[in-house]
């Protein structure tokens, strides 16, 4: 079976892949920095529990340190790299701005010149909904502009999206970017949402919702998000000799083997329903602290999936009862509330 690099294995979405691709029988190596941006017990676990599985090597190291990439991929010579190691976050982007410079272009420039040097059949790398920022248009298509950024977060994202194309085009690396759409589910990250609210909730605390919860998120359940990403791994861009072989409503470039591809649910759901979704798996009704919107947020996010499904025949499945049903079970194992 191939070998796979995956950065940020550690994480919330770079575990569930490593574990999926573990038990397809793939190699896979991880690298994580292990920083302290969230619970570092949390990344800690998760890196115990695919140390425990065969085929699976650690490394802990940051992509933004000159040669950790370019060593790691001239030894392991991995036949696909996933490349999910990213400073994440909207709002912490405004506080810490710099860390995103470091972790999200340096790091991720460090990879493109391993790959460079050490060529892969194939680099997958993570970019966010956010990249679509003041867009109107829904459901969001890969094919639409996304210029208009409306947090730094979002400005690193599309920044490496426009690095990697020029790397693809350049040296002919088969590039695929993945935007993803609100990703929750078991051992997800303390930062996001669905984590604060079920947290707040069990201690009887408030939960603040934002824009008076006039918001709605494409959530996207974490198996599902996996989904997709192990279909893309089989379906690398090919460059193309003329323009005119590329299908409407595909985001493959005319000049380079990249493309632009959105995982999501496909199925937007009120930020009000969510947390309904959170109270009726915990019996308990939350205590709610209406607010003004966040500086760099926006009101909606809506993922076109027929580029996905088009490209590996998968469609996201869950609904977001049972997504929400299946990490509340995880939030009380884990934590034993």
């Not at 999926?20 to 619970?39: H, K, N, Q, S």
């Not at 939960?207 to 359940?221: A, L």
């Amino acid at each position: 079976m191939p070998r796979v690099l995956i950065t940020g294995s550690s994480g919330f979405i770079g575990y569930h892949l490593a574990k999926r691709l573990l038990e397809d029988g793939f190699e896979v190596i991880g690298l994580d920095a292990m920083t302290d941006y969230y619970d570092v017990t949390l990344k800690e676990r998760r890196q115990q529990m695919l140390s425990q599985k065969p085929g699976f090597r650690a490394i802990n190291a940051r992509v933004e340190t000159d040669n950790v990439l370019a060593d790691l991929v001239a030894e392991a010579k991995p036949n696909i790299i996933v490349h999910l190691a990213a400073q994440a976050g909207v709002r912490y982007s405004i506080d810490n701005p710099r860390s995103y410079v470091d972790s999200n272009l340096i790091g991720t420039f460090n990879l493109l010149e391993a790959v460079r040097a050490c060529p892969c059949d194939h680099l997958l790398i993570a970019s966010t909904s956010s990249v679509y920022g003041a867009n109107a248009k829904m459901p969001y298509a890969e094919t639409d502009k996304a210029d208009l950024p409306m947090s730094f977060y979002a400005a690193t994202k599309k920044a490496t999206e426009a690095m990697a194309h020029s790397y693809a085009h350049l040296y002919g690396m088969p590039v695929t970017m993945f935007r993803f759409f609100t990703v929750y589910g078991p051992w997800g990250r303390p930062d996001m949402a669905h984590f604060k609210f079920t947290r707040a909730i069990l201690n009887n605390e408030p939960i603040d919702i934002y824009n008076h919860g006039d918001m709605s998120r494409d959530f996207t359940y974490i198996d599902d998000l996996v989904a997709g990403i192990r279909g893309l791994m089989d379906a690398p861009p090919q460059r193309v000799a003329d323009a005119a072989e590329i299908n409407d409503g595909d985001s493959l470039s005319a000049v380079a083997p990249y493309r632009v591809v959105n995982v999501g649910n496909s199925a937007p759901v009120p930020l009000m329903e969510f947390i309904a979704a959170i109270e009726a798996a915990l019996g308990q009704t939350a205590q709610k602290n209406f607010m003004e919107m966040q500086p760099g947020d926006v009101p909606a996010t809506w993922a076109d999936g027929t580029l996905l499904s088009d490209l590996t025949g998968y469609a996201p499945k869950t609904s977001v009862q049972d997504g929400v049903a299946q990490f509340v079970a995880w939030y009380r194992d884990y934590y034993q509330v």
